[in-house]
């Protein structure tokens, strides 16, 4: 099971009237509800996080693992997708990685990009979309963990 995972406006909501608080690594803290969120879906389904948000090139995979981990998030294995060199918005970008590795179903989509209301049905379906200003919350993760159950048992792919 592969959680794909934005930052920006999921686990660090936009607040447009103050500014962020950084920790020590240089990056965003993220908010406790968006912790406690993103742990319940991990502690439930076991998933592995691939990194879809637009800061996924700027750090390696070791410096992402202790970001995760210092913002108190238990995880198992981090990849990203590869580093968007042709301006892709965030469905194009998701839609070319699924082709190329031949994703079938065993995986759901937490963002707040709009561009992915454009995705095929298929791919909606497995979408849970982010507030930005909100981001990912506790009525979410049970969202996303009915989804993850629809998927293993192969209602969603039918
Ligand atoms: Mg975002």
Redesign the pocket.
């Given at each position: 099971m592969l959680i794909f995972l934005?930052?920006?406006?999921?686990m660090v909501p936009a607040n447009s009237w103050r500014k962020p608080e950084f920790l020590e690594d240089g990056f965003p803290a993220f908010s406790k509800g968006a912790v406690a969120a993103l742990n319940k879906i991990i502690t439930a389904s076991g998933a592995d996080l691939v990194l879809i948000?637009s800061h996924k090139a700027k750090y390696s995979i070791e410096e992402w693992e202790n970001m995760f981990k210092r913002r108190s998030i238990q995880v198992n294995k981090i990849t990203t997708l590869p580093n968007n060199n042709d301006y892709l918005n965030r469905k194009d970008e998701l839609l070319k990685w699924f082709v190329a590795e031949e994703i079938k179903g065993n995986f759901i989509i937490i963002?707040?990009?709009k561009s992915l209301n454009g995705l095929p049905d298929f791919f909606k379906r497995k979408l849970i979309q982010t507030s930005?200003l909100v981001g990912l919350t506790d009525y979410l993760a049970d969202v996303a963990l009915t989804i993850i159950e629809q998927s293993k048992s192969g209602i969603a792919s039918k």
């Open positions: 934005d930052i920006d406006g999921v948000t963002d707040d990009d930005a």
